[in-house]
C-alpha cells in the first residue's frame, strides 16, 4: 500500500492556520488573497478601467474588497476552442457583527450592540474571549480610503448565566437580542483605578454612535484620528488561535473553517505551477464571493451578475483579433465546467441517527460530493461522473453525500452560478464537525486531498469529451 504522505498534509494545514488567523473577516480574506496573488506573479485588474489581456497571463481583481476573482488564461488560447474552469467558494462565515450604533451599557458595564450574521450556533459564542477586526473608512484630503483593522488582544466576552440562576437546566436557548450583548469593560474599574473618561465634546455624529473607548483603539493602530472615520465594517472572532487535536494529531479546530477551508486550497491551486500546463486553451479560475451566508444576492455574491458579466469581459478581449463566429462564446460557456466548493457534514459519533444511514461521510477519508435532488446542492450524474474521472486520476478518494428525506438541507453558490451561467456544475466539499460554531474541527489529510484534486481538475479537464455535458 502506498504511504500516505502525512508531513506534506501537515505542512499545508499549518500555511491553513497561518492563514486563518489573520483572515478575520471578509476584508481580511480577500487581502490575503491579494498578496498570495501578487507574489505569484499575477497582476492586478481593476472593474472599472481598461484590461488588457494576453495568453499565458495571470490576473485578478476584487469587488468590495470582499470577493475575489483570480484567472490564467492558456498559454494556448483558441477562442473557437475554449472553456472556463472554475472553483468556487466564499469568503464570509457566521459571526456578530459591531451593530451602526453601538453603545450599549447596563448596570454599570460598557457592553457592545451587534448584529447577527448568517446562522450561527450562537450559543458557541459564549465564554469565548472575543475581538473585533475588519475595514475603517475615512477621509484624507478630501479623498476616500480604507484601510483594515485588526485589534489581537482579547477585548470583549459573552458571559454565559451560571446554572443557579437559570430555569431549565437542560436547555439553552439563549436571546440574541437581549442575551447576546458583549462585555466590552466596567465603570467602577475605571473609577478606581482613575481611568478618565474620553471627552466627547464636539464629536463629530459617527463618533457619537460609538465608545470613544473602542474608537481610541482604532486610531492607535491605525493612525486614523477619529474626526476623520466616517464608517466601520467590524467583525467579532474568537482569539484562540487554530490549533491540532486527538491522539494521533489527526482533527483541526480552527474558526471559520465553513468555508475558509476551500477558499484556501482554491487558492493554492490556481497559485501552483502544475496547475498551469503549456498546452492549455481553457481559462483556470477561482472565485471566492462575499455573502454566501446570507444568501449571497449582492453586487459580490454569487447570485449576481459579476460571474457572467467578467466571463464574457474576458473571452471578448482576448478574441479581439481572432476571426470567430458569433456563437463562439457560447460554445465556451456550454465546455466549462464550475466545481463549487464547499464544506459537508461528517459523521458525528455522538448523533449518528441525524445523517442518512447510507451517505454517513467522515473526515480524513477522502472529498464529498453533495447530491440533493431538490437543488439544494447542483450535482447531477454527468457532473458527478466528471469529478470522479478527475478524482481517479488524481488519487483521491471520494465520498457521497445526501441528507435524511425528513432533514432540511443546505444551499451553497452552486445552483445560483449553475442557472446564472449555464454552467455544468457540481457541489463537493471536505467532511467537517460543528458547521456556524464559533470554533469547527476538520480532518488533517482533507486540505492535501482537496488541493490535489483542484489541480488535477486544472490539469486534466479541458482533455475530457466535452460531448458528456450534453448528456
Not at 465564554?127 to 475588519?134: A, I, Q
Not at 476571426?323 to 462564446?329: N, P
Not at 457532473?383 to 465520498?399: D, G, N, T
Amino acid at each position: 500500500m502506498k504511504q500516505f504522505p502525512i508531513q506534506q498534509a501537515r505542512n499545508l494545514v499549518n500555511e491553513f492556520f497561518e492563514f486563518v488567523a489573520k483572515a478575520v473577516s471578509p476584508f481580511h480574506v480577500t487581502s490575503l488573497c491579494k498578496e498570495k496573488l501578487t507574489k505569484s506573479g499575477f497582476t492586478e485588474l481593476n472593474e472599472t478601467e481598461n484590461w488588457k489581456l494576453e495568453k499565458g497571463g495571470k490576473y485578478f481583481f476584487t469587488r468590495n474588497l470582499t470577493t475575489i476573482v483570480a484567472f490564467t488564461v492558456g498559454q494556448q488560447f483558441d477562442p473557437n476552442n475554449t472553456g472556463f474552469k472554475i472553483i468556487g467558494a466564499h469568503t464570509d462565515s457566521p459571526c456578530l457583527r459591531l451593530a451602526p450604533v453601538s453603545k450599549l451599557d447596563s448596570n454599570g458595564f460598557l457592553q457592545t450592540c451587534v448584529s447577527t450574521y448568517g446562522g450561527g450556533l450562537w450559543h458557541t459564542w459564549f465564554d469565548r474571549e472575543l475581538t473585533l477586526g475588519g475595514r475603517i473608512i475615512f477621509q484624507k484630503d478630501n479623498v476616500f480610503q480604507s484601510q483594515l483593522f485588526h485589534y489581537k488582544q482579547p477585548l470583549l466576552k459573552i458571559p454565559n448565566l451560571a446554572i443557579h440562576l437559570t430555569t431549565d437546566r437542560n436547555s439553552f436557548a439563549p436571546n440574541n437580542e437581549s442575551n447576546l450583548r458583549p462585555v466590552f469593560a466596567q465603570e467602577a474599574y475605571q473609577t478606581l483605578t482613575g481611568i478618565e473618561k474620553p471627552k466627547t465634546e464636539g464629536q463629530t455624529s459617527f463618533e457619537n454612535k460609538h465608545y470613544k473607548y473602542l474608537l481610541n483603539l482604532i486610531t492607535e493602530q491605525t493612525g486614523i484620528p477619529t474626526s476623520d472615520i466616517l464608517d466601520i465594517d467590524l467583525y467579532f472572532s474568537d482569539c484562540q488561535p487554530p490549533s491540532y487535536f486527538g491522539l494521533n494529531q489527526e482533527f483541526i479546530s480552527a474558526a471559520r473553517i465553513d468555508n475558509l477551508f476551500s477558499s484556501f486550497f482554491a487558492l493554492l491551486a490556481i497559485t501552483n505551477p502544475e496547475s498551469f500546463t503549456e498546452d492549455q486553451t481553457f481559462i483556470n479560475m477561482i472565485c471566492l464571493y462575499d455573502h454566501e451566508e446570507v444568501g449571497s444576492q449582492s453586487a459580490q455574491g454569487a447570485d449576481s451578475s459579476l460571474l457572467s458579466n467578467n466571463m464574457k469581459r474576458i473571452y471578448d478581449i482576448l478574441s479581439n483579433s481572432t476571426q470567430t463566429s458569433t456563437d463562439s462564446f457560447y460554445k465556451a460557456i456550454q465546455k466549462s465546467f464550475l466545481i463549487s466548493s464547499d464544506m459537508a457534514h461528517s459523521i458525528h459519533p455522538n448523533y449518528s441517527d441525524k445523517h442518512q444511514q447510507n451517505h454517513r461521510v467522515k473526515m480524513n477519508e477522502g472529498i464529498v460530493i453533495k447530491i440533493n435532488h431538490n437543488q439544494r446542492y447542483a450535482t447531477d450524474g454527468v457532473s458527478s461522473a466528471i469529478l470522479r474521472v478527475v478524482a481517479q486520476s488524481a488519487e483521491v478518494p471520494i465520498q457521497d453525500f445526501i441528507v435524511r428525506n425528513d432533514s432540511p438541507c443546505g444551499s451553497t453558490i452552486g445552483p445560483l452560478q449553475a442557472s446564472n451561467t449555464g454552467i455544468k456544475t457540481i457541489d463537493i466539499g471536505a467532511a467537517q464537525w460543528g458547521m456556524h460554531s464559533i470554533r469547527e474541527t476538520a480532518g488533517v489529510v482533507d486540505g492535501y486531498y482537496l488541493e490535489k484534486l483542484f489541480v488535477e481538475f486544472y490539469r486534466k479537464y479541458e482533455k475530457i469529451d466535452h460531448k458528456l455535458l450534453g448528456i
